[in-house]
């Protein structure tokens, strides 16, 4: 079974999504076993006309994106640190907003190298736990190597503007492609879609019905599932 997830490490619901679908493949497991189960990370920026180089506060961009002041900024983010404490991770609000393009090329690198779920991991980790600016080629070059990937080849992915682009792109144009409009997006077996950050029992349940029957592509209704996408990142309950 192979599980795609369409993500960008600037969306808050994909990084509580992943820890969602982690913990449905857990159960999942329990009864079918995750040892046949693949997952590929695929790449989609929500603001890739962001400048690469940023000192812009997450909560500034927040106001000026929705028009609201800052402290209805901060309430907003206040709701997804509660969903994210839900998931038992770490959320800080004093990020810096910026351009996701660098951190997906290194993405595909670490899939050469069988390190893409922990340098996604690792990246999430550094901007929504640590609120670390990854923009900083020596923050993000550090993380890289901590997450397991060469330090002479992140850095020469880095100095290589080109290098991996084109994966990314392509992930991209693969995503419009299925009908994606926001992330997180989690395509089982080319069978069934998932959108937004679902809870862990909708993700059993669809590994579950993948596991047991063969179907055309279908996108599962989406329930309460928050999804990240050109206007912004739903907030709970809205």
Known sequence: MRVEIWSDIACPWCYIGKARFEAGLAAFAQQ?????????????????????????????????????SREQAEAMEARVADAAAGEGLAYRSDRIHGNTFD??????????????????GA???????????????????????????PADEAARVLADPEAYAQEVRADEREAAELGA???????????????GGQPAEVFRQALERAHEESAAVQVLPAGDGEVCGDDGCALPGS
């Open 103 to 120: 951190l997906h090329r290194l993405l595909h690198l670490a899939k050469a190298h069988g390190v893409q779920d922990a340098l996604l």
């Open 32 to 68: 079918y076993g995750s040892h046949d189960v693949e997952v590929v990370h695929r790449s989609f920026e929500l603001d890739p006309n962001a400048p690469a180089a940023t000192d812009v506060p997450v909560l500034d961009m927040l106001a000026a994106k929705y028009g609201v």
């Open 181 to 195: 409009t926001g992330v997180p997006f989690f395509v089982i077996d080319r069978r069934y879609g998932i959108s």
């Open 123 to 149: 990246l999430y980790h550094a901007n929504f736990a640590e609120a670390r600016n990854l923009a900083d080629p020596a923050v993000l070059s550090e993380t890289a190597v901590a997450a397991g990937l």
